[in-house]
């Protein structure tokens, strides 16, 4: 009975090593899977305002221009 325990134990071992690969795997992939949806990267707050107040005509197209190549240099 003894030995069948020692034996059980070392598997015991490997099976929960195996187990937190899978969560690692599953937490992983749902990790990546929601940031594949929004989109991945998120965008630099200054041009997202530079944009708005070129949509809402609070600067000219020439400005718009030159300021959003100020910030992605």
Same mark, same amino acid.
Not at 4 to 16: E, L, P, T, Y
Not at 22 to 51: C, H, M, S, T, V
Not at 54 to 69: M, S
């Given at each position: 009975? *003894?030995? *069948?325990?020692?034996? *059980?134990?070392?598997?015991? %071992?490997? *099976? %929960?090593?195996?187990? &937190? &690969? $899978?969560?690692? @795997?599953?937490?992983?992939? =749902? #990790? &990546? %899977? +929601?940031?594949? +949806?929004?989109?991945?990267?998120?965008? !630099?707050?200054?041009? $997202? =305002? @530079?944009?708005?107040? %070129?949509?809402?005509? /609070? +600067?000219?197209?020439?400005? #718009?221009? !030159?300021?959003?190549? /100020? &910030? @992605?240099?």
């Amino acid at each position: 009975m *003894m030995h *069948m325990m020692n034996n *059980m134990g070392v598997h015991g %071992f490997s *099976m %929960f090593y195996w187990m &937190l &690969l $899978q969560w690692g @795997l599953l937490l992983g992939g =749902i #990790y &990546l %899977f +929601i940031r594949w +949806i929004n989109g991945g990267k998120k965008e !630099d707050p200054a041009l $997202q =305002i @530079l944009r708005e107040r %070129f949509a809402k005509g /609070e +600067i000219t197209e020439e400005e #718009y221009r !030159d300021k959003r190549n /100020e &910030l @992605l240099r």
